[in-house]
């Protein structure tokens, strides 16, 4: 079934409710390789309860709605949908445990040819329940690879940051764990793209990739350590675009250029050449 673009523009995404605990932080934080130097008291305050303090990209799992999109009637075909861009900003300390409540809305669906396939973005508001202090906005594409050709507008898509000819001001390499894709959905994506190997195979891999919110975690953690001097609360927005996917045990590098408040970023796996989040933006304290 095609998608029907009038229904998915207005889809309505259930409201999520989420009791984050302690143990859901440092879950997170051990998903995109924090703690991989147990000795380490910067990456420690991440995956340790006492004075424990919240990633700034732990945003992205809060309030998530899960493959909502995999609904009868969205029209999308589940088993080629890859994660396209990824942001958030965040407008009040991450809390590191408490009720909060997300809702997600679908802002558009272009459509980018039958051979090309869909986008299909959204945006998420994450509250604190108990004050209904708005915590973070969430914004994501998803690449629908099968979908396109359903007759929706092609546009408008927001122009992309552009990556400084010039050579970086900081490089991080950060390794992933073998098994990081399967600590990582832990934290609410259970997509089998990212733990069965038949099922990833079926989708054009060879083998399941890690989590596209997982490499913009990584990306993040080099961000935190390299420009914020290990300070959460510093890191205020970010956001990418997927390019290739990261295989779990390969290493990220991060190179970034500051410019005032603003970083540009990209990020690599050298092992294969690749380009695997791209026209990066962050904004710093």
């Known amino acids: 079934m095609p998608i029907d673009y009038q229904k998915l523009l207005n889809w309505d995404i259930p409201q999520v409710e989420q009791q984050l605990t302690k143990r859901d932080t440092i879950i997170y934080a051990l998903g995109v390789g924090l703690g991989a130097d147990p000795m380490d008291a910067n ?11 919240a990633l700034p990209t732990m945003a992205i799992i809060l309030g998530y709605p899960g493959p909502w999109h995999a609904s009868p009637g969205t029209g999308v075909t589940r088993s080629h949908v890859v994660h396209g861009e990824q942001g958030f900003t965040i407008h009040k300390p991450l809390p590191v445990e408490g009720s909060i409540i997300g809702k997600t809305r679908v802002t558009a669906v272009l459509d980018k040819g039958k051979d090309k396939g869909a986008l299909l973005l959204t945006a998420c508001d994450v509250r604190e329940k108990v004050s209904n202090d708005l915590i973070c906005t969430l914004t994501s594409t998803t690449f629908c690879r099968a979908d396109g050709g359903f007759g929706g507008p092609s546009g408008p898509t927001p122009a992309p940051q552009p990556i400084p000819e ?9 390794p992933t764990l073998p098994q990081a894709a399967l600590i990582y959905r832990l934290s609410g994506d259970y997509n089998p793209l990212h733990a069965d190997p038949a099922y990833a195979a079926k ?11 997982a490499t913009f975690s990584v990306v993040g953690h080099a961000l935190v350590k390299s420009v914020c ?12 675009r997927f390019s290739s996917p990261v295989y779990p045990g390969e290493t990220i590098r991060t190179e970034m250029w500051v410019e005032g408040k603003v970083v540009t970023f990209r990020a690599t796996v050298p092992s294969r050449g690749v380009t695997v989040l791209n026209n990066g933006r962050a904004e710093i304290a």
């Not at 990456?43 to 303090?53: A, D, P, S, T």
């Not at 001097?229 to 990418?240: A, F, N, R, T, V």
Request: hydrophobic share 35%.
């Open 166 to 174: 010039t050579p970086a001001q900081f490089s991080c390499d950060l």
């Open 43 to 53: 990456e420690l305050q991440f995956v340790y309860e006492e004075n424990l303090k």
């Open 203 to 213: 989708a054009g891999f060879k083998a399941p990739i890690l989590h596209g919110r």
């Open 229 to 240: 001097g290990y300070d959460p609360l510093k890191l205020k927005s970010m956001s990418g």
